[in-house]
């Protein structure tokens, strides 16, 4: 694409004028390379706190910190010319208080040059929602399965169902109301998914919700098949690349023990005269 003809990445409030129009395409990336596969595709990218799990090995989403999303924050903008990029607020960097969560958004946004941060919770965390907004913090928010609440949720279970999708559809209004740009609608029932999404005047998007909601977010190592230790029911595989890693990773250690790698064509002769290295 020619310099003339990028496009420039939205802003929150174009996310949000996109409300019940074409959905809104978003992935997680945590690298530059990844981040530059999916520029072009993607209307935002979330730099999410999942990259504990996915790339460090960590049990569940609690261990990350703030500067941990720094560092992969900053390496995902190097490779974005065109996506908006939002970026999760860790586990105990704003549920203390309002002006905690300031704080620590205001350094993320400067450090990382994202739009956007995004953080868990419905009612309980609606004040906190606006006092960011009102002082210049573009807030995603995300209820349903929270996994920064694994430990009062009792696990990563399905959230809403039966009376508690009253209680759900109250989290949405309020995060809403209280000047959130979109909200992630994670872990839902479909019909739930659908009666927030035409409830609340801000796109949900949804994983593990329904179509029916204004755009759709996965983890790019879950839908690449990159990260295999567990596959939610939500997730579907576009590509299966750790088999083929792996198959490569084998192929590689048996040439180099059977000495056919390297080969004659990656090596080095001695230099002719006038040659270089």
């Known amino acids: 694409m020619s310099a003339t003809a990028r496009k420039t990445a ?38 999410g706190d999942s990259v504990g799990m996915v790339l460090h090995g960590l049990e569940s989403t609690l ?14 903008r190097r490779g974005l010319a065109q996506a908006m990029m939002v970026v999760d607020m860790p586990f105990g960097s704003y549920e203390e208080s309002p002006e905690q969560a300031f704080r620590n958004a205001a350094r993320l946004m400067a450090e990382t040059g994202c739009a956007a941060v995004k953080l868990e919770g ?9 006092f960011l907004v009102k002082r210049g913090i573009p807030v995603m928010a995300h209820v349903g399965l929270t996994p920064q609440s694994i430990n009062t949720l009792g696990g990563y279970k399905v959230q809403g169902r039966g009376a508690a999708g009253d209680r759900l559809m109250a989290d949405a209004v309020a995060v809403a109301e209280a000047g959130a740009f979109a909200v992630v609608l994670e872990k839902v029932p479909a019909a739930l998914a659908d009666r927030v999404t035409a409830g609340i005047a801000i796109p949900t998007i949804g994983i593990g919700a329904s179509a029916g909601c204004d755009g759709q977010i996965l983890v790019v190592d879950d839908m690449l098949g990159l990260f295999t230790a567990f596959k939610p029911k939500f997730v579907k595989r576009y590509a299966t690349l750790g088999d083929q890693a792996e198959a490569a990773v084998a192929a590689y250690a048996e040439e180099v023990r059977s000495r056919r790698f390297p080969a004659a064509e990656h090596v080095f002769a001695d230099a002719r005269p006038g040659e270089g290295a």
């Not at 261990?63 to 560092?71: A, F, H, Q």
């Not at 419905?122 to 606006?130: E, F, L, N, P, S």
């Open 10 to 47: 939205p802003l929150p409030e174009d996310i949000r004028a996109r409300k019940g129009g074409a959905p809104l395409v978003s992935l997680t990336a945590y690298t530059t390379p990844m981040a530059q596969l999916m520029d072009a595709h993607c209307d935002f990218v979330l730099v």
């Open 63 to 76: 261990g990350v910190t703030m500067e941990m999303m720094i560092l992969h924050g900053r390496a995902v």
């Open 122 to 130: 419905g009612v309980q965390m609606a004040g906190t929602i606006a």
